[in-house]
């Protein structure tokens, strides 16, 4: 439940509900706490003024924010106390937008309380979380949080959770998405996952195993044992199950995977590869492409209720990497029927498909942002790889970051933040020195850092917001 917003009172006795130890279920659970945006009206501020800063500005001026370690009444709270925080601090200082204040400069140690916003200030911290870690017997575990605004001295919002202690993470992710959309005015990101390709082995006999984690690189797990090589995975937008392509059998062509039970199933029996998958927004059909007979290659929709299939283009060229419109209504992808390979709009039963790349090089690996406003993509002009965007029509062209090589952008689920992989150039004909890393970056193009992971890693899909 939420608590009442009203500053400087100590915590009224909550009844706390608990959820359910898996992922959806915790989801499910942690949504009912969250009320309708109109249950969120922020304490009132002087003047009137809105607590939700800018996104631009906190880019140029990073919010500074103060995460003291969650109180605790016993030793296993205490640090599981300082172990949420850590997950805090770490998941808004990596946004690029929060300034995370060390907590060498804190001055007041009661991190259960209300603050003595004199001291927050004093070590000019603009925002301030406190929080509370109560144990209810066997694995069980409740965490209440306040997010205060420093100089006014007031709470912006109070949360409770109760949960099971393997749940901790996800806990502090939560609650890290609250504060983020709290203070931004957009939605977080921080409880979501990454499905990727983890690669081990000698470059030329590489081992390609399927592989989650959270966004933070928490939480790894490998889906495939690596016999057969797996690529391009993509998540479903409602349930857990991941579209991938396998060279199962010597075969490739696409596969369904579900993380619940690990059980995997082909997409089709077609006569050519297939490759290349994105669900649909709605999540009842997969868009992919598949070769012909000649070396082309067509886009096909498939109806996961039926398997039926339709063809949506028959251009005699090769045109790949499909993806939705948040729409649905379109899809953008790459072809070469214009002699190069560049980027075309089409509407999503096909047809009319029109250029929208006109810059130097060819384009790849196109995807549409969450928020329909942009399109991201990998551009090659010579030697050099680059991660850009640009507007559904194509205007607006800008290049976030250039690499010797780098490809396969993917959008957080607020569309705020890309992830996409890089490459570097091997030493020798053995492959020394190679190795293939994940990577996120604002798509203003500032704050790139590297996603660490247990091994290299290439072709990233973010996943939705649980619920």
């Known amino acids: 439940m939420t608590l009442p917003l009203i500053p400087s009172m100590p915590l009224t006795d909550l009844n706390s509900k608990t959820f359910s130890v898996s992922r959806r279920g915790l989801a499910i659970g942690a949504a009912a706490l969250f009320l309708p945006e109109r249950a969120f009206a922020q304490a009132p501020q002087p003047g009137g003024a809105d607590t939700a800063i800018v996104v ?82 066997g694995d069980k575990v409740r965490v209440e949080f306040r997010l205060w605004d420093v100089l006014p001295g007031q709470q912006i919002q109070g949360t409770a959770y109760s949960t099971t202690l393997s749940n901790w993470r996800r806990i502090a ?6 504060i983020y959309e709290r203070m931004l005015g957009e939605k977080g990101y921080f409880d979501t996952r990454v499905v990727y390709i983890a690669g081990t082995g000698p470059r030329d006999r590489r081992i390609k195993r399927l592989a989650v984690m959270d966004q933070d690189g928490e939480n790894n797990r490998f889906l495939t044992d690596g016999s057969w090589i797996a690529k391009s995975p993509r998540f479903h937008p409602t349930r857990d199950q991941i579209a991938f392509m396998s060279y199962a059998n010597n075969r490739p062509r696409i596969y369904l995977f579900d993380l619940g039970s690990g059980r995997q199933q082909p997409l089709g029996d077609f006569s050519g590869l297939t490759l290349s998958p994105r669900f649909a927004p709605d999540g009842n059909s997969v868009v992919m492409s598949q070769t012909t007979q000649n070396g082309n290659s067509d886009i096909y929709s498939v ?165």
């Open 303 to 467: 109806d996961l209720g039926s398997r039926g299939a339709r063809k949506l283009t028959d251009s005699g060229s090769i045109d790949v990497s499909p993806c939705y419109s948040p729409d649905g209504t379109q899809i953008v992808f790459n072809s070469d029927r214009g002699g190069d390979q560049q980027l075309y709009v089409m509407g999503a039963g096909g047809g009319g498909a029109k250029r929208i790349s006109f810059g130097s090089g060819r384009y790849a690996t196109p995807v549409w942002s969450p928020r329909g406003d942009l399109i991201a993509f990998t551009r090659i002009n010579g030697g050099t790889f680059s991660i850009g965007v640009m507007r559904p029509d194509g205007s607006g062209e800008r290049i976030l970051s250039e690499s010797f090589y780098v490809e396969g952008p993917t959008f957080a689920p607020n569309g705020r933040v890309l992830m996409f992989w890089r490459e570097t150039p091997a030493r020798d004909n053995r492959g020394s020195g190679f190795s293939a890393r994940l990577v996120s970056i604002d798509i203003t193009g500032f704050n790139e850092r590297q996603v660490a992971t247990p091994t290299d890693a290439s072709e990233p899909a973010w996943g939705p917001l649980p619920g």
């Open 56 to 137: 631009d500005r906190a880019r140029t001026d990073p919010i500074p924010i103060a995460v003291p370690a969650f109180a605790g009444a016993d030793g296993d709270a205490g640090r599981l106390g300082r172990d949420i925080a850590g997950v805090i601090n770490n998941n808004l200082a990596r946004s690029g937008l929060f300034r995370a204040i060390d907590s060498a400069a804190f001055i007041n140690g009661a991190p259960g309380d209300v603050p003595n916003f004199a001291n927050w200030k004093g070590i000019g911290a603009q925002a301030l979380v406190t929080g509370r870690v109560e144990s209810q017997g």
């Open 173 to 178: 992710h939560i609650i890290s998405d609250v």
